[in-house]
C-alpha cells in the first residue's frame, strides 16, 4: 500500500491531463489486483484463521480507499479541472466512471455532511463484509437414515460422509441440497433439508439486512437521492424505482397465467403419485415434482443423463463451440499460480491471428475451506500502458460440480452443465475486453449488461445440434438419440414460468428494499410477496439472511437476471441462421463483449441493433 499512497501523492502533480487519467487508472488497477491477491485465496482456500486475518486487510483496504483516495479533496479538485479539457471518448468514459466514486463522497455543501457521508460508507462496507462473512461461514448438517433418503441414487449416498448408519447432507452445499430436493421422496426430509438451507445465517443476518437497508436509505438522502434504488439505477436502463417497480408489475402480470399453469400440472402429479383427488404444493415440492413430472409426462429419466455428461468432454464440447463461433480458443497450459489438484488453466488465443488475448482458471470441485457458490472472478483486467505494453486479463471461475467418483470422472446434471456456459460467458465477457483502461475493460460495463453474455451462453443448451454433441457416454462413447436430445429441449422449457416466478419475487424483494416507502421487516417483507406470488415460506426459516445479492454491488440490481434473459433472446435473433454463425458471433464479440465500459448499455445496444430497445415490450413479446 505504500507504493500505491506514493503514486497517489505524486498524481496531482502530474501537469497533463491524459497522463494524469492514466495514473490514475493505473493507481486504481494496482488496488484491484492487491484486493485480487487477498479475495482469491479468501475464496478458495484459506484456512479460518487465515480468513479473519485477510478480512482486516481487506478492511485496511477498503478504509485506505474511502479516506486516502475517494476521499481526497485535491484528487477531485484535480479531476474537476480534467473535465474542462477536450478528451478522447474513452477519456471521458473514464473520467464519468471516476466521478461516479468521487462524486458519491464529494457532492456536499459542507464539512459536516462530507463526514457524514464518509463514516456511514465505512459503516455500510463493515457491515455488507460481515453479512457477507456470516453466509460463507454458515453451515446446515443433518443426519438422515437410509429409508429418509429413499429416491436418491446410491452414487451420490456414497459420496455422503456417514454417521453410523446416518447419512449427514450438507444444505449449504449445492450439489448436495439440489440432489436432495429433486429425487427425496420423503416430503419432510425435503421439507428439513429446504428450511436448514434457507435458514443458513439467519441468527446473525436477520437484523443485519434491516440495518443495512436502513444505512443504505439514510446515505441515500444524504447524496440527494429519494431512494437507495434511485442512487443505483441513474445510469441504467431502467433508471428510476418507478420504471423498475413498473417493469416488474407488467411481468408479473403476464407471467401470472404461465406459472398457474405450471403449477396446475405440478399439483397434478403430486396427486396422482399420493393417489388423491387434489393436492396442495408446497415450496419445498416444486423441484421433486417437476423432476418427476418430466420423467412420468416427457419420458425423461434426467439421473440417467449423467453418465452422458462427463465434466472433461462437456468442457470440450463448449471450449470446441466457443472456438467456432466467436473465434477465440481455450488452451491448455502451465498455469502461473497453483492451488489445488484438480485446478485447470487456459490461454484463451484469437484464432485468426494466435495473439493470446488472457487467461483462465477453473476451479470445478468443492473442498474444505473452499466457497461453496459459483461464481467468475476477475483477477486482473486488461490494461495497456503508454509504452505500448499490456497487462492482460485474468479470470477464475470457481464451481462446485459433482465431484469424481472412484474410477469415474465428474458425471454432471444439466443444471451444472448450463451453470458451467452461464459462468464460461462471464469469463469471454472479461477476457475479449479491447478497451486500455482498466477501470473500463471487462464487465466494468454498465451492471444492466453484467448477466447478458452468462444469460446469451446459456441459451446453447436449447439447441438440438448443441446438446447433441454435450452427450457422450462416460463407459461407451455413445451419444444421446436424437428422440433424448428433443425430449432435453421439451424438459429444458418446463420450469422457466417458475424461474421467472422466483426471478421476480427477488428482484421485487430488493427494490422495496431499497426503495422509498417504509417497509416491515426484510423478513416479513419477503413472506409477504412469497404468499402473495410464489409459495409460503416455512416456520422458521429466513431466506432472505442469505440473499448474498444483497450485497456484493448487486443491491437494487437482482433483476439484472431478468433483463440479461431478454437482451439474450434479442442477441440470440440478432445471429443469422443460427445461434452459433461464426460471422454473427465475431460481430457480437467485437460490439459486444469487448467493449467493456466504454459505452452505457442504451448506447452499446443501439449501436448494435441500429436503434433504442423497448425492454418492457421486448420482454413482453418474449413471454406471450
Not at 431512494?227 to 431502467?238: E, F, N, R, V, Y
Not at 466457443?322 to 497453483?338: D, L, M, Q
Not at 440478432?574 to 467493449?595: M, P, T
Amino acid at each position: 500500500m505504500a507504493l500505491i499512497s506514493s503514486r497517489v501523492s505524486q498524481l496531482v502533480q502530474t501537469k497533463d491531463d491524459h497522463l494524469f487519467l492514466q495514473e490514475m487508472d493505473e493507481v486504481i488497477n494496482q488496488l484491484d489486483l492487491t484486493i485480487s491477491r487477498l479475495v482469491v485465496p479468501r475464496l478458495l482456500v484459506a484456512e479460518p484463521e487465515l480468513k479473519a486475518f485477510i478480512d482486516q486487510e481487506l478492511f485496511r483496504l477498503e478504509y485506505w480507499w474511502f479516506d486516502r483516495f475517494v476521499g481526497n479533496q485535491t484528487l477531485y479538485f484535480r479531476l474537476k479541472k480534467v473535465r474542462r479539457r477536450p478528451l478522447q471518448h474513452d477519456e471521458k468514459r473514464l473520467l464519468n466512471k471516476l466521478f461516479s466514486c468521487f462524486d458519491f463522497v464529494h457532492d456536499v455543501d459542507s464539512p459536516e455532511e462530507f463526514s457524514q457521508i464518509m463514516n456511514l460508507s465505512r459503516t455500510l462496507e463493515a457491515l455488507e463484509n460481515q453479512f457477507e462473512r456470516n453466509i460463507e461461514e454458515a453451515e446446515g448438517s443433518l443426519n438422515f437414515s437410509a429409508d429418509e433418503l429413499d429416491g436418491l441414487p446410491q452414487e451420490f449416498l456414497k459420496k455422503l460422509p456417514k454417521n453410523g448408519k446416518r447419512y449427514e447432507i450438507r444444505s449449504d452445499i449445492w450439489w448436495q441440497y439440489a440432489t436432495v430436493m429433486r429425487r427425496a421422496r420423503s416430503a419432510r426430509t425435503r421439507k428439513l433439508v429446504e428450511t436448514s438451507r434457507q435458514s443458513l445465517a439467519q441468527t446473525s443476518n436477520s437484523i443485519l439486512v434491516d440495518t443495512i437497508s436502513q444505512l443504505r436509505f439514510r446515505l441515500a438522502k444524504a447524496l440527494g437521492y429519494s431512494s437507495w434504488a434511485d442512487h443505483q439505477l441513474g445510469t441504467l436502463i431502467l433508471p428510476t424505482e418507478n420504471k423498475l417497480q413498473q417493469f416488474l408489475s407488467l411481468l408479473l402480470q403476464e407471467n401470472k397465467s404461465h406459472f398457474k399453469k405450471e403449477k396446475v400440472l405440478l399439483s397434478a402429479e403430486k396427486a396422482r403419485q399420493n393417489k388423491t383427488k387434489t393436492a396442495a404444493l408446497k415450496s419445498y415440492d416444486v423441484s421433486y415434482y417437476m423432476d418427476q413430472y418430466i420423467r412420468n409426462e416427457i419420458g425423461l429419466d434426467q439421473e440417467r443423463l449423467h453418465a452422458y455428461l462427463p465434466y472433461p468432454h462437456v468442457l470440450r464440447v463448449i471450449f470446441d463451440q466457443i472456438k467456432t463461433t466467436f473465434g477465440v480458443e481455450f488452451k491448455k497450459a502451465s498455469p502461473p499460480i497453483s492451488w489445488g489438484s484438480h485446478l485447470q488453466f487456459f490461454e484463451l488465443r484469437d484464432v485468426k491471428s494466435g495473439k493470446k488475448l488472457g487467461g483462465l482458471f477453473i476451479d470445478p470441485y468443492p473442498r474444505r475451506n473452499k466457497d461453496s457458490w459459483f461464481f467468475s472472478y476477475t483477477i486482473a483486467n486488461r490494461k495497456d500502458y503508454l509504452d505500448g505494453s499490456s497487462q492482460l486479463p485474468l479470470n477464475v471461475i470457481a464451481l462446485n460440480l459433482t465431484p469424481p467418483g472412484p474410477g469415474k470422472p465428474s458425471l454432471l446434471d444439466l443444471e451444472e452443465v448450463r451453470t458451467i456456459a452461464h459462468e464460461l460467458g462471464h469469463s469471454l465477457h472479461a477476457l475479449t475486453s479491447t478497451v486500455g483502461f482498466s477501470l473500463l475493460a471487462g464487465y466494468n460495463s454498465g451492471e444492466d449488461l453484467v448477466e447478458t453474455p452468462s444469460t446469451f451462453m446459456e441459451s446453447w443448451l436449447n439447441e438440438a445440434s448443441f446438446v447433441k454433441k454435450l452427450g457422450k457416454h462416460y463407459k461407451t462413447g455413445n451419444s444421446f438419440s436424437d428422440r433424448t436430445v428433443q425430449k432435453i429441449l421439451q424438459a429444458n422449457h418446463f420450469g422457466e414460468a417458475h424461474q421467472l416466478q422466483d426471478r421476480l419475487i427477488n428482484s421485487l424483494l430488493d427494490l422495496k428494499l431499497h426503495g422509498s416507502e417504509v417497509i416491515p421487516s426484510a423478513d416479513q417483507l419477503e413472506r409477504q410477496l412469497r404468499s402473495k406470488y410464489g409459495y409460503k415460506i416455512q416456520l422458521g426459516a429466513s431466506p432472505v439472511s442469505s440473499f448474498s445479492y444483497l450485497v456484493g454491488g448487486y443491491s437494487s440490481l437482482y433483476w439484472i437476471y431478468i433483463l440479461g434473459s431478454v437482451l439474450g433472446n434479442e442477441f440470440q435473433s440478432s445471429f443469422e441462421g443460427s445461434v452459433f454463425d461464426a460471422r454473427s458471433g465475431l460481430r457480437y464479440r467485437n460490439q459486444i463483449l469487448s467493449q467493456g465500459g466504454r459505452f452505457q448499455t442504451p448506447e452499446l445496444l443501439k449501436n448494435y441493433f441500429g436503434q433504442r430497445i423497448d425492454i418492457c415490450k421486448r420482454a413482453l413479446e418474449q413471454l406471450r
